[in-house]
T-cell receptor, first 112, second 112 residues
Framework: QKEVEQDPGPLSVPEGAIVSLNCTYS??????FMWYRQYSRKGPELLMY????GNKEDGRFTAQVDKSSKYISLFIRDSQPSDSATYLC????????????FGKGTHLIIQP | DAEITQSPRHKITETGRQVTLACHQT?????MFWYRQDLGHGLRLIHY???????NKGEVSDGYSVSRSNTEDLPLTLESAASSQTSVYFC???????????FGQGTRLTVV
């Protein structure tokens, strides 16, 4: 079983809707949690990251981590067609251990 | 502007041949990573380096090797290409902790 699980979708929502993207993880050592966005045929780009549990907001994006349930969420408010992409969650334990452990990614489609 | 570049962007090679994929970054980052991305598997770590002369195996390192002779470059070598190594390969770099990794545009490798 992969250490970070993510529903691959596709997830299709109308423009302006609130989008909720989710991941679960199994490794209790994970301390850092990231969301990357990947457009077709491009490299992933970091959206935001959080350390340990809690929320972090950046514009229309909010990342949420609940370590007690090992649950990672990304919320997108006022979704736009330009938000259509694959969203990858990733985790890292820190302390010089292995690189990022990624989920498989969720393909998001925002319908105009 | 600083950047990370991969070359070639596309390559077709034959089974059994040695192939080297280049990765060059101009941020002077200590950390560099190689991932492969496949449908159904997401991004998986192949090798990583935390500095010159330092290399480490990742989750799927069999059949691959890397060397780090300077800060800017981390070439990935497939010793004897196999069809199972057909994939999109991404190089990434970060300064300090891996949670702020910047990715290249990817190399699409086909082994026939």
């Amino acid at each position: 079983q992969k250490e970070v699980e993510q529903d691959p979708g596709p997830l299709s929502v109308p423009e302006g809707a609130i989008v909720s993207l989710n991941c679960t993880y199994s490794n209790s050592a994970f301390q850092y949690f990231m969301w990357y966005r990947q457009y077709s045929r491009k490299g992933p780009e970091l959206l935001m990251y959080t350390y340990s549990s809690g929320n972090k907001e950046d514009g229309r994006f909010t990342a949420q981590v609940d370590k007690s349930s090992k649950y990672i969420s990304l919320f997108i408010r006022d979704s736009q067609p330009s938000d259509s992409a694959t969203y990858l969650c990733a985790s890292y334990s820190g302390g010089g251990a292995d690189g990022l452990t990624f989920g498989k990614g969720t393909h998001l489609i925002i319908q105009p | 502007d600083a950047e990370i570049t991969q070359s070639p962007r596309h390559k077709i090679t034959e089974t059994g041949r040695q192939v080297t994929l280049a990765c060059h970054q101009t941020w002077n980052h200590n950390n560099m990573f190689w991932y492969r991305q496949d449908l159904g598997h997401g991004l998986r770590l192949i090798h990583y380096s935390y500095g010159v002369q330092d290399t480490n195996k990742g989750e799927v390192s069999d059949g691959y090797s890397v060397s780090r002779s300077n800060t800017e470059d981390l070439p990935l070598t497939l010793e004897s290409a196999a069809s199972s190594q057909t994939s999109v390969y991404f190089c990434a770099s970060s300064q300090g902790l891996p949670e702020e990794a910047f990715f290249g545009q990817g190399t699409r490798l086909t082994v026939v």
